[in-house]
């Protein structure tokens, strides 16, 4: 292990989109086991901080490995398509025309129930991302396009949390 791998290499998986949680989490604790800084207490200070910076590296390759936005982001990284979200917000027009739709239905629901179907097309809509991303990182080997599909998730997932919370604040009232 080398603290320059990629995440794929630290876990020893597949650089690939399409990745087992089970598998993510096996090989998670079996690196925790390695790289616990309990495990280097009587090696002395220098022997821990090593460890916590493995630890730290560790968790964080987790964390991206689990997500799918998160690793279909990095995987377009490593293909050498980074995504840019704060300079590139490029989509496509009937994807900004979507959006369109989707906030005007968010702005006229007022009933849980309207509520409710805006979340459920958001939902559809996020799982047929997912699984354009996988076919696009996975059978095309197209990351540029990938990229463009990782920018449009990042959009979904901000307006779900937008229309979860509308459900919250319309539930404590």
Same mark, same amino acid.
């Given at each position: 292990?080398?603290?320059?791998?990629?995440?794929?290499?630290?876990?020893?998986?597949?650089?690939?989109?399409?990745?087992?949680? &089970?598998?993510?989490? @096996?090989?998670?604790?079996?690196?925790?086991?390695? =790289?616990?800084?309990?495990?280097?207490?009587?090696?002395?200070?220098?022997?821990?901080?090593?460890?916590?910076?493995?630890?730290?590296?560790?968790?964080?390759?987790?964390?991206?490995?689990?997500?799918?936005?998160?690793?279909?982001?990095?995987?377009?990284?490593?293909?050498?398509?980074?995504?840019?979200?704060?300079?590139? &917000?490029?989509?496509?027009?009937?994807?900004?025309?979507?959006?369109?739709?989707?906030?005007?239905?968010?702005?006229?629901?007022?009933?849980?129930?309207?509520? #409710?179907? =805006?979340?459920?097309? &958001?939902?559809?809509?996020?799982?047929?991302?997912?699984? #354009?991303?996988?076919?696009?990182?996975?059978?095309?080997?197209?990351?540029?396009?990938? @990229?463009?599909?990782?920018?449009?998730?990042?959009?979904?997932?901000?307006?779900?949390?937008?229309?979860?919370?509308?459900? =919250?604040?319309?539930?404590?009232?």
């Amino acid at each position: 292990m080398r603290l320059d791998d990629t995440d794929f290499q630290l876990f020893g998986l597949p650089e690939r989109f399409e990745q087992s949680r &089970t598998e993510i989490d @096996a090989r998670w604790k079996a690196l925790q086991s390695e =790289v616990h800084p309990d495990r280097f207490a009587a090696q002395g200070a220098s022997a821990q901080r090593l460890a916590m910076q493995w630890a730290v590296r560790v968790n964080e390759a987790r964390q991206r490995l689990l997500d799918p936005l998160a690793r279909a982001a990095y995987l377009c990284e490593l293909r050498g398509s980074p995504i840019g979200a704060e300079s590139n &917000t490029r989509m496509p027009a009937s994807f900004l025309m979507e959006q369109m739709e989707w906030r005007e239905a968010l702005d006229d629901a007022s009933d849980a129930a309207a509520l #409710e179907a =805006v979340l459920d097309r &958001t939902l559809e809509r996020e799982s047929a991302v997912i699984n #354009e991303l996988q076919a696009l990182l996975d059978q095309a080997g197209k990351p540029a396009e990938a @990229a463009e599909q990782v920018r449009a998730l990042m959009f979904i997932r901000r307006f779900r949390a937008d229309v979860e919370a509308r459900l =919250v604040a319309l539930e404590n009232n």
